[in-house]
């Protein structure tokens, strides 16, 4: 046996032990993600793994790689040409150059290889584009903890789950998922959130919990993870040595891998259009069927060769299924795609545009969509006693006197200093920035005295009013989640105490804090901020007994016995471009939904003052708890009233719930508003209301990020075509699970959103929707139009094969090509209406009013060609087998009109005096009468197709289509086409 074989053997051998050993911790390699708890994770996978592990786990699990291999030309080519269209385009270019058809098809064979050429080009640049997207973190050098063997450097393609990463010096890209275990560091998330604010992660705390780990650190467990494909900007030791990180997940399992993943295989369109047009495809394919079994029939009885049995009967499939519909219509969706880029928006899912043309329902985010992206610091109120004080203005120039609060302003954050600037998120940057203090680049001087190793100082700056503290030093974060809705810190003044601070959520903020530090009024002293629009945030704190490490504390251990100390209110204004969109859409009869994770009465106000609920409705506040001790819930009804000092007053009106709703005379509609805590216990305990509850739902506040995609499907569920838009973290998933997504964010992340806009401004909505319904009724229009093309040709065909007889090259070549593909190109040039009108377009080709419309001008154009056929035939000069009938007089003889038809130009029939006699079956008044009447049929139709109001320009606005064009259509010239026409060749030979 060959040497490398045997080790492979032994290698598998291994493997099936270690599988079929319960016993052993590595039998399963998903098991750190499912069942490990978190001291096991420490224990188990803290110290480092032992190579042979490492090596049985790479066999296992692969390389950590996200390996998107830029495809050949040759491949994208086969897989092109293979296409089923293609494929049919071969098929009726074969069979038009046995016809002698040379002109169409080599018109055919140019276009369709220019579109294969563009379309390669197009799928090789975009994947050489996601291959170098992901090519970056397939080859970082990581430093590695060994067991036994301490650290080593590899490449990051080496990483398998349960490795421990070292994570020292400075900026670095993680190449995998994994868990903190040690330390701290300071990550930019941009790239998977969109937004660039930086984000803290903490290690994985040490809890004797016997719940996974997931479970047991709840919604915050995304606290703890370094997630493939983010930006490492910081890292901080503690005194176990550098931060080290656990390998959670590798490859395509990761979160880049799950994004790379949405772009390579995107959500699946489910829209009625394009099931619709397969259908309608194969109703053409049963016409075609029927013709070739009647082309069949009639040359087969009038004793004509096989050969041109079979070409005739095969003719009519590549003339009632149109080999360019495809082309048709992705014509229209290239041309909205051009007209949303230079609006600023950019698609990267083209049939998604025809979907918006649908939408009924916009999910908005509040902050950074509807309201600005900055806030202000209105100002602070204060406690004194157990009751609160007057703001105070921080725009009257005066400091607030010290005391906890100033404290809590001065800490009480996640900021960091990076390339000499402050950076972290808005709303802390403002408040830091109200104490006029400083966060000092380097805590040298206290690392050298061992005061605060690890610690984040924070001094008084010039600015700043005097102070009885020489700094404060953050000893520990419990960083910001918007599941828990607060955050907390460990801090303590230099030559003081230890203190625990606490921002957040006022609601939830109260809940942790001594009740009787809780003033009376607080209820009332919120509601009467958020119900102006305020953002308010409460603050917290407690003094620590010594003795213990703070990093050694959980959060559990530190907030709780919180004294309260006020609010902080900041002030987030409305765009300027808010109202007058929602009120565009209002018009338009499309539903405008806020879904964010800001205070319910704060959502409220800026929902009325934005125009999304009109001043004179009523609020229902809908709030469902699930009962302690029990599985069931409760659910309660509350009218929301600036008036009451509460803001709340019982419900005592009757309301159908369901529909519009009316209790009163006079009363206008009722909106309902939820937390996200409520949206859930009614998702699990009262799923049957939830419908009810939507139908009038406007404002849905409190939303963690699963919620908000959750909300986005039960819409869905519900038959509304929704859009969402947003420009934060906790949008993305919803995003992508909207049926339009529409980001406001450059930042990388929005790759997998359908839309993106340049301008950060909801005004990109209505006219994202404009376009879409412009697109959409071009895609019926011109559906519509090529399948009533083929079915007139169709029809005049097979009414000529009656007489073995058929159109000429020329003419079928003047009907492809000069009439159909410059209506094909032309019909789609149309712009989308500027008003939004209160209805949709249609959104299904198999409709009553639509078929119908087709229907109709089918028999209209049978009963033209047959009226025209048969009346030909009764004219006192017809005869079937002399073309020159009707052009012979008393006085001229035949040779005499022969001569006169060469002297004014009609080629070919210089000579026809001699073949008078002989006739080849395709030159006859039949056949000049039906092409004229299928040829001005078709322009009709595409006059009737070209659909103007309420959703597309009129067709007279479309510039390009220039006036020459319908010249020759009418006027003098129209005798000497129709005199042109009767010499156009013979049928396709």
Known sequence: MKPDLKVRCIQVQKIRYIWNNPEQQFQKVGSLEDSHTCSA???????????????????????????IQVVPIWKLLIKEVLNPFYVFQLFSVCLWFAEDYKEYAIAIIIVSLLSIALTVYDLRKQSMKLHRLVESHNSVRVTVCRKDEGFQELESHHLVPGDVLALTGGKALMPCDAILISGGC?????????????????????ADDSRPWRTCCADDYRRHVLFCGTEVIQTKADGNGPARAVVLRTGFNTAKGDLVRSILYPKPMNFKLYRDALRFLMCLIVLATIGMIYAVCVFALNGEEAGEVVKKALDVITIAVPPALPAALTTGIIYTQGRLKKKGIFCISPQRINVCGQLNLICFDKTGTLTEDGLDLWGVITLEGNSFQKVHSFASGRSLPWGPMYSAMASCHSLIVLDGKIQGDPLDLKMFEATNWEIEDS????VKNGEFPHAVVIKPGPKASSVPVEGIAILHQFPFSSALQRMSVIAQEIGGKQQVFMKGAPETVAKFCRPETVPPGFASELQLY?????????LAHKILHAGRQAAGLTREEVETDLTFLGFLIMENRLKAETKPVLEELSAARIRSVMVTG??????????????????????????????????SASITWKLLEESKPNGYSNLETYIQVGGRFSSEAGRSSYHFAMSGKSYQVITQHFSYLLPKLLVNGTVFARMSPGQKSSLVEEFQKLDYFVGMCGDGANDCGALKMAHAGISLSEQEASVA???????PSIE??????????????????????????????????????????????????????AITTVIGITMSLNGAYPKLVPYRPPSQLISPPLLLSVVLNILFSLCMQVFGFVTVQKQPWYAQHNIYSACLSENKSHVENSSSAATIGFPGMENAGAREGVDNGYKSYENTTVWLLSTINCLLVALVFSKGKPFRQPVYTNSRVHPHLLENLHGDNAAGHIRCVLRCRGGRH
């Open 753 to 759: 959103s359908p839309f993106t806009s340049r301008t």
């Open 41 to 67: 994770i420490h224990a188990k996978f803290g110290s480092g793994l032992r190579c042979e592990e490492q090596e049985i786990r790479r066999l296992i699990c692969g390389p950590n790689a996200i390996d």
């Open 764 to 817: 990109c909505v209505p006219e994202l929707i404009r376009q879409g319904r412009a697109a959409l009724v071009t895609s019926f229009c011109m559906f519509k139009y090529m399948a009533l093309y083929s079915t007139i040709q169709y029809l005049g065909v097979l009414l000529l094969y009656w007489q073995l007889n058929s159109f000429g090259n020329y003419q079928f070549l003047f009907q492809d090509l």
């Open 443 to 446: 805590c040298e001087d206290h």
């Open 598 to 631: 800001d205070n319910i009465q704060t959502a409220v106000t800026v929902a009325r003052d934005a125009g999304m609920i009109s001043q004179a409705s009523q609020v229902i506040l809908v709030e469902a708890n699930e009962l302690s001790g029990s599985p």
């Open 530 to 538: 958020a119900a102006r629009g305020f953002r308010v945030i409460g």
């Open 186 to 206: 300071v990550v930019n998330e941009g790239m998977l959130t969109g937004e660039s604010v930086p984000v803290t992660k903490t290690h994985l705390p040490q």
